[in-house]
């Protein structure tokens, strides 16, 4: 069993419970559900750097990241770094986020953000809605080609963007559709934690051009992204770079005037 089997087994149980808890009804009535959402695809698609800057404060592969900062300090700080989006990881257990992180960078800034999270299920999508995200993310790998189309179609209806992740070729074929925005090629192998540029590499032949194509882990410095923009990449995501230093913002900011040189 993988990392991603063993997440994915865990976040069953996880939704079960809070539905049992919260009724749709109260994710659909709250404050921020009728709230006008802004597209990350449109900012990348008009971005000199693409930088997705990501809160993080652990992992399953390098396990504490950073404990110490405050999620309202690192979306105020990554604003005014001009990044493109935030993802903000909101699972527990492996990555030591919440739904309270969502809502608190929400209160904190406007850049769209994206909810980073293991959707196995409409509820989740909700709840993303319900708690100030523009965009969700869906991962090829624990979902079928049937889930990515009610998924992402289901998040079109709320106005949210999709970003829709994969590892290899096969994830990519079966998830080629008209309701996602973005293609995300990950550049950890899941089974090793390897990272690799090359993944994103390959594949991006592969990803028809109207869909914004977004280029994740591994992703450390200025070289990685000049390396993968001649690929056509127009989008970046950054988390453990960012993370690990004292001051997230400042450090995106420096990165991203380096970059646009």
Do not use: W
């Amino acid at each position: 069993m993988n990392i991603l089997d063993k997440i994915t087994l865990d976040k069953r149980k996880e939704v079960e419970l809070r539905k049992s808890l919260i009724p749709v009804s109260q994710l659909e009535h709250s404050v921020l559900f009728e709230r006008q959402t802004v597209s990350l695809s449109n900012k990348l698609r008009n971005s000199k750097s693409g930088i997705i800057a990501e809160h993080k404060r652990r992992s399953p592969s390098k396990s504490v990241i950073n404990n110490g900062l405050n999620v309202q300090d690192v979306a105020t700080g990554y604003e005014k770094a001009g990044v493109c989006g935030m993802s903000v990881l909101t699972d527990g257990k492996y990555f030591g986020g919440s739904l309270d992180d969502l809502l608190t960078a929400r209160a904190s800034c406007n850049l769209p953000l994206l909810r980073k999270e293991f959707i196995i299920d409409e509820y989740q999508i909700l709840e993303a809605k319900a708690h100030g995200a523009d965009v969700i993310l869906l991962i090829a790998a624990i979902l079928t080609r049937k889930e990515i189309k009610q998924f992402s179609e289901f998040s079109k209806s709320l106005n949210l963007d999709v970003l829709l992740e994969v590892h290899n070729e096969e994830e990519l074929q079966k998830s080629i559709m008209p309701s996602l925005d973005m293609l995300g090629v990950n550049n950890r192998n899941l089974k090793t934690f390897e990272v690799s540029l090359e993944t994103s590499k390959s594949l991006s032949t592969l990803i028809p051009n109207n869909f914004v194509k977004v280029s994740e882990s591994g992703i450390s410095n200025i070289d990685a992204i000049k390396e993968l923009q001649p690929f056509g990449y127009q989008g970046f995501l950054i988390g453990e770079n960012f993370m690990k230093t004292d001051n997230p913002g400042a450090n995106a900011k420096e990165f991203i005037k380096t970059l646009e040189k």
